[in-house]
């Protein structure tokens, strides 16, 4: 059985680094203190707020009430953080599921974006490492290591082809089941290159405000705690200028219960010199006689 203190040192590791995300954190601040309007005098509810950094924003831009709910250890010193900015009338809900309905959202709109990128010497660190491991062969663990997204922090110069939108969502206009799609994709290729990876990156815009403000969590922005979430390829790639991955991409549960958010893709390569001849793989849960198929959860 883990300690508490381990819990709450995981917690404060994660709190520590969000609240070190410039971009995530001074974003927050502008939008809510440039925009005190849509502040002022109103209710607010801050959902798995942690710290209460945002209570505290929405706070001193004028809200009247603001009920801050966490779950996690991080209540108790989210309280004694209200008491000592001087603001004793905070409320802090501990271990509460409440329905927030999205008219009382904050509207914000999330772009959900894919590229492609060259990762070899990554790959081969992370991935063909259990080839060898001080002499014995794990190389049963490489397919667990490739289905398991990685989250990191992707340099832009690795990027071989554009940017794809795959989904734009209101946030205020959500309901359960959203979150889960199938959209089509894109990608040309900008340079000769291998493939090794797809990579996963959203923006978001805030859109009541009286200036469009908003961020990007993608590599050719300043890294923020969320990094971008890159998905391996079984194979490599080889691709050349101009030529194009066309595909889909479904996000949801395919597992009950839904604990587990899964990804797969189904793309093809159209060669320009042969345009009859394609490779074809199937990102699922199923494997198929002749067809490449894989799966990340």
Same mark, same amino acid.
């Given at each position: 059985?883990?300690?508490? +203190?381990?819990?709450? =040192?995981?917690?404060? /590791?994660?709190?520590?680094?969000? *609240?070190?995300? +410039?971009?995530?954190?001074?974003?927050?601040?502008?939008?809510?203190?440039?925009?005190?309007?849509?502040?002022?005098? $109103?209710?607010?509810?801050?959902?798995?707020?942690? =710290?209460?950094?945002?209570?505290?924003?929405?706070?001193?831009?004028? #809200?009247?009430?603001?009920? #801050?709910?966490?779950?996690?250890?991080?209540?108790?010193?989210?309280?004694?953080?209200?008491? /000592?900015?001087?603001?004793?009338?905070?409320?802090?809900?501990?271990?509460?599921?409440?329905?927030?309905?999205?008219?009382?959202?904050?509207?914000?709109?999330?772009?959900?974006? *894919?590229?492609?990128?060259?990762?070899?010497?990554?790959?081969? !660190?992370?991935?063909?490492?259990?080839?060898?491991?001080?002499?014995?062969?794990?190389?049963?663990?490489?397919?667990?290591?490739?289905?398991?997204?990685? %989250?990191? /922090? %992707?340099?832009?110069?690795?990027?071989? =082809?554009?940017?794809?939108?795959?989904?734009?969502?209101?946030?205020?206009?959500?309901?359960?089941?959203?979150?889960?799609?199938?959209?089509?994709? $894109?990608?040309?290729?900008?340079? !000769?290159?291998?493939?090794? #990876?797809?990579?996963?990156?959203?923006?978001?815009?805030?859109? $009541? &405000?009286?200036? *469009?403000?908003?961020?990007?969590?993608?590599?050719?922005?300043?890294? /923020?705690?969320? $990094?971008?979430?890159?998905?391996?390829?079984?194979?490599?790639? =080889?691709?050349?200028?101009?030529?194009?991955?066309?595909?889909?991409?479904? +996000?949801?549960?395919?597992?009950?219960?839904?604990?587990?958010?899964?990804?797969? &893709?189904?793309?093809?390569?159209?060669?320009?010199? *042969?345009?009859?001849?394609? %490779?074809?793989?199937?990102?699922?849960? %199923?494997?198929?006689?002749? +067809?490449?198929?894989?799966?990340?959860?």
């Amino acid at each position: 059985m883990i300690k508490p +203190v381990l819990i709450i =040192t995981s917690i404060l /590791t994660l709190t520590s680094e969000m *609240l070190k995300d +410039v971009v995530r954190t001074k974003t927050y601040q502008n939008v809510i203190y440039w925009n005190k309007f849509l502040f002022q005098n $109103k209710v607010v509810f801050d959902m798995g707020a942690g =710290t209460g950094i945002l209570s505290l924003f929405c706070a001193k831009a004028g #809200a009247a009430h603001v009920y #801050a709910v966490e779950c996690s250890h991080m209540a108790d010193m989210a309280k004694q953080i209200v008491e /000592t900015n001087g603001l004793p009338d905070g409320e802090v809900l501990i271990s509460y599921i409440l329905y927030n309905q999205s008219s009382y959202s904050f509207t914000c709109v999330s772009f959900s974006y *894919l590229t492609a990128i060259e990762d070899a010497e990554y790959k081969d !660190d992370k991935i063909e490492f259990w080839n060898n491991v001080y002499g014995f062969d794990m190389s049963c663990i490489k397919k667990q290591a490739m289905m398991e997204p990685l %989250v990191d /922090t %992707v340099d832009q110069k690795q990027i071989v =082809t554009n940017c794809h939108l795959l989904k734009t969502m209101d946030i205020s206009k959500m309901v359960p089941g959203d979150a889960s799609f199938t959209a089509p994709f $894109k990608l040309i290729a900008e340079r !000769d290159d291998y493939i090794h #990876a797809f990579v996963a990156y959203f923006d978001v815009s805030f859109t $009541k &405000c009286h200036k *469009l403000m908003g961020f990007s969590t993608g590599p050719r922005s300043r890294p /923020t705690h969320w $990094k971008q979430t890159v998905l391996y390829l079984e194979d490599v790639l =080889t691709i050349c200028e101009g030529e194009t991955i066309i595909g889909s991409m479904t +996000v949801g549960y395919l597992v009950f219960p839904e604990k587990e958010k899964h990804i797969r &893709c189904m793309y093809f390569i159209n060669s320009i010199q *042969l345009f009859s001849s394609h %490779v074809c793989f199937i990102l699922s849960l %199923v494997f198929c006689a002749g +067809v490449r198929e894989h799966i990340y959860k």
